[in-house]
């Protein structure tokens, strides 16, 4: 038989089942180098360049290399005896391997990281892709050692062009997709659909195109790898590649129930902002987080968890000095031990354990457990994140509520307007979870480690529907609570050190305190407007003095007409026109009828602000305030005030940088949790 044919042209068929399997094979290797790409988050650390080792195996070991011989174990050659059937040389076969996986491992550094596409890089690396593809094609049929080839040149041409052009196409809708956060796994599974047909098109291109000449010589094959092995290694490696598959499909699934069960519960989450004000986020676009515990158990149905609790306001001020509780955490840990040891049979670790007794009501030391139990999901989410406690941010001052809600009407998050409603004061958002929020800033060098050990920056409009819906939080509302964030981990909406005309304004609560007016986009000050003066001299308080206890209206029309007397000093003129127009700038801020009334307190208040340098310790400035009450019905009208609780306003007047308090506080702490610790 193979005299018959030696030195002619042999007559071919195709098996249409092997035809269909090869596209499959294909699609599977593209399909699994996406996932691997998806999940690169840097051109640094091991973890990124196990990825991109992995995704180049996959698309050049799998979804080209299997692919094309399995295309070619398609190929019927005679009548099909097996002794003209294609025969491959192990050097060239084994040649063949390596190649493609080379060539796509510099096209997938070429294409980067980043969620910004390059067209340039985009077309550089679809090109490296798709001459990897024939590259690996004319080697891989260079390697069949019984048959000369016999190339035609339009086939040949035409293969390259789709292999290029389909490549650049199919990476290109990936990269978009996945700068903008909406590559979903359907869409990577699409995007796959393309790049596999760039391998399949190109190979039967080129394989119509092709024609087989039996060499001259001897028929023995025993120095060849028979097509049948071949098979054997193809399917070892798909099943490798749906093996990744389905973990990849598994951990999306308990990623996706985790989240849906961490909704009804107390969780706490990291928002780190880099410098070009991205939000720090995992491949899936989620951000990490510790469960605190199940629920916080009230003492009364009058009680609730919220930025006026007390518990709140503690972790509030402990975040702003982490050393405080550093040293305690081992012990912390025991005490939570010992106590899940004496509610029950079964011990109960960390976040799950119990705040209440058998009979659901909260124990003597709840307030204790529940703020050991932050302190330890702090430290859980510092070590999650590879950073010292110091550095896992401080907390933000709103607690968002999650899961499913309940029947009563639904309070929707609003930077704006969060703390406005009489109904909220301080109190949660209903609804069955509650989210708190560490925040902080990273500099470029922390920014490039966090991406190196696998996370990722994004632009909060791309991540914020994610984000969302993941932890079942309303997303127009949520994108806005980003926003406020990283305004809030910034830092920059402090007092300056000077002369301020403030506004002291409070209703009393329904729940019995009281509500202080602030700024919405700096919920830890007064409405404020500075004098462009440094200090007020001894002559300047006592001319403040003759206005004590007048109100706004009346000091402005006293100032008034006391700027154009010609009986007043020059000096105090000059005083006279900036508080003027200080209290005309306060007024205009406020844009409410109520501050007419507000009335001059006449001695000058002096509080703590930031030295120069931001770093230094606290300097002095200086306020003139004006007070009033207004209704308990009141609502401020303008869109830059809103409501918070007292005690929280008062709270955060003591964690300003370098505060002297800090030390105060890390003493009261140790006194408290020593002899329980």
Known sequence: LWQAWEGRIVPRAFSIGYVVLSYVVSYVGAWTTLELINRRT????????????????????????????????????????????????????????????????????????????????????????????CGMHYLGQTGI??????????????????????????????????????????????????????????????????QYRLKKGDASLSHSISRDLTVIVVIVLSIVACFILLIFAILAQRRRSRSANRAQHVVLASAIFDEHERLLVTPEGLLPNQRVTTSYAERSLAEEFGISHPVFQWIFRTTRNWSSISSLLPGMRNHLH?????????????????????????????????????????????????????????????????GQETSKPKAQWNSLESTENLESNGTAILGRGQLLFLVRRANRRE??????????????????????????????????????????????????????????????????????????DARSQLPTMQLPIDNLNSWQIAYLSQLDGSSVATCLKFLNEKSTSPEITKREQSFTIHLYNALLGLRDEINDPFFADALLIGRPISVPCYGSGGDMKPAQATIIAFRIIVPIQFRVQGLKLGFTPLSFFRTQQYVYRHSPDHARFARKIHKEFGPIL
């Open 42 to 133: 840097s051109g640094r650390g091991l973890y990124n360049w196990y990825l991109l080792v992995g995704s180049s195996v996959s698309m050049g070991g799998i979804a080209i290399w299997c692919m094309h011989f399995i295309s070619n174990r398609a190929i019927v050659l005679g009548d099909a005896e097996f002794a003209i059937q294609i025969a491959y040389s192990p050097g060239y076969t084994a040649l063949s391997f390596f190649v493609p996986i080379t060539v796509l491992f510099v096209a997938f550094i070429a294409f980067g990281s980043h969620d910004r596409v390059s067209i340039i890089r985009v077309s550089i690396g679809g090109t490296l892709a798709g001459l990897a593809i």
């Open 145 to 210: 050692s019984n048959y000369t080839c016999v190339y035609n040149v339009g086939n040949v041409v035409g293969s390259v062009v789709i292999a290029v052009v389909a490549s650049i196409v199919a990476l290109s809708l990936f990269f978009v997709l996945r700068a903008a956060w909406t590559n979903s796994s359907w869409k990577r599974a699409l995007c796959a659909i393309i790049l596999a047909g760039a391998v399949f098109g190109m190979h039967w291109t080129a394989s119509m195109g092709t």
């Open 338 to 402: 010992r106590a899940s040891i004496r509610r029950g049979p079964r011990p109960v670790f960390k976040s799950d354990t119990k705040l209440g007794n058998d009979e659901g009501e909260p124990t003597d030391d709840y307030s204790i457990i529940f703020r050991e139990l932050f302190c330890i999901a702090a430290a859980d989410l510092a070590e999650q994140l590879n950073e010292p406690l110091e550095n896992i941010g401080i907390l933000f001052d709103e607690i968002l509520a999650t």
């Open 447 to 520: 920014a490039e480690r966090f991406a190196a050990s696998g996370y990722r920056f994004a632009e909060i409009p791309n991540v914020a529907h994610i984000i969302a819906r993941s932890m079942q939080i309303k997303c127009s509302d949520f994108e806005n609570c980003l926003f406020s964030m990283r305004a809030y981990s910034s830092d920059t909406h402090i007092l300056r050190p000077g002369v301020h005309v403030a506004c002291f304004a409070i209703r009393a609560s329904v729940r019995g305190s009281f509500d202080v007016i602030v700024r919405k």
